[in-house]
């Protein structure tokens, strides 16, 4: 039976999928790095605003896939060998095909902005583009007043993150997995510090009991003065 074979899970090779699939019974792959099933690439933003979790932006039940044949494969293809129609991944495995689509999607525009390259700037384009937030939760309506600021929720509407589990370490935008200042203590100004450390360590998977899976990219904000100065840095090892 013929193999079609889709890198990209996105809309466009998703569409695809199911289209081949109203038309014949090929055997079909959709092959992503991202995330183990379609989601709505538009609606990512509603999630790290805390208007929508993650799971909302899947319009597909995870049954769906295995009801109508579409095989899914999570795996980077780094090297497509086009003469033995055979896919290369990133961890040495292969997969053969006998037609291939490639719905890899685009990339973030840059138009010359200083400091657009330096390491560590970042677009918000990939679920795994904000992995945490570390955050100065001197006082509870502190980090209360941040969440709001950030955008996860509306002005006077923080609770909503904390009910919803958005901030939890295993929610759609974790704050403070390290604990925080109760957690950790507050030296004042080495606080900031200590924030960039452990983005440091959560980006190299080195954060052992707080670790976020995966994370690459951690923001951190900090406050002085009530208010008066503020510091943010993006942590990021992608
Ligand atoms: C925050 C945000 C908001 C947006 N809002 C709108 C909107 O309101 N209206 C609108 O029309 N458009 C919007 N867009 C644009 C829209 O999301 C994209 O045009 C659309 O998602 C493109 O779909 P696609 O299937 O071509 O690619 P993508 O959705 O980018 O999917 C490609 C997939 O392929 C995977 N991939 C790439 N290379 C490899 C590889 N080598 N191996 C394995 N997997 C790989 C990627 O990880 C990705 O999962 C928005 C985009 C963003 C980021």
Redesign the pocket.
């Known amino acids: 039976m013929e193999h079609i074979a889709i890198?990209?899970?996105?809309?466009?090779?998703?569409t695809a999928a199911r289209h081949i699939r109203k038309l014949s019974n090929k055997k079909i792959t959709v092959?992503?790095?991202?995330?183990d099933y379609f989601f709505s690439?538009?609606a990512?933003?509603y999630v790290y605003m805390g208007h929508m979790k993650f799971k909302h932006t899947q319009p597909y039940e995870n049954w769906f896939w295995d009801k109508n044949d579409i095989a899914l494969k999570k795996?980077?293809?780094?090297q497509i060998d086009a003469s033995q129609k055979t896919l290369i991944f990133s961890d040495g495995e292969q997969l053969t095909f006998d037609k291939l689509i490639i719905?890899?999607?685009?990339k973030p525009n840059k138009f010359g902005w200083p400091g657009q390259d330096l390491k560590g700037v970042v677009s918000?384009?990939?679920k795994q583009d904000l992995d945490a937030i570390e955050t100065h939760d001197c006082f509870s309506i502190t980090e209360y007043m941040a969440i709001e600021h950030f955008g996860i929720t509306k002005p006077g509407e923080a609770w909503k993150a904390i009910e919803e589990g958005i901030i939890e370490k295993s929610g759609a935008l974790p704050i403070n997995p390290s604990g925080g200042l109760i957690g950790l203590g507050h030296p004042v100004g080495a606080t900031g510090i200590r924030m960039v450390l452990d983005g440091a360590k959560q980006t190299t998977d080195n954060a052992e009991d707080m670790q976020i899976n995966g994370a690459k990219t951690i923001a951190t904000y900090n406050v002085g003065g009530s208010g008066t100065t503020n510091v943010s840095f993006i942590v990021s090892t992608k």
Request: glycine share 18%.
């Open positions: 890198i990209g899970n996105g809309i466009s090779g998703i092959i992503s790095s991202e995330t690439r538009t990512l933003m795996g980077f293809v780094k719905a890899t999607g685009s918000l384009y990939h």
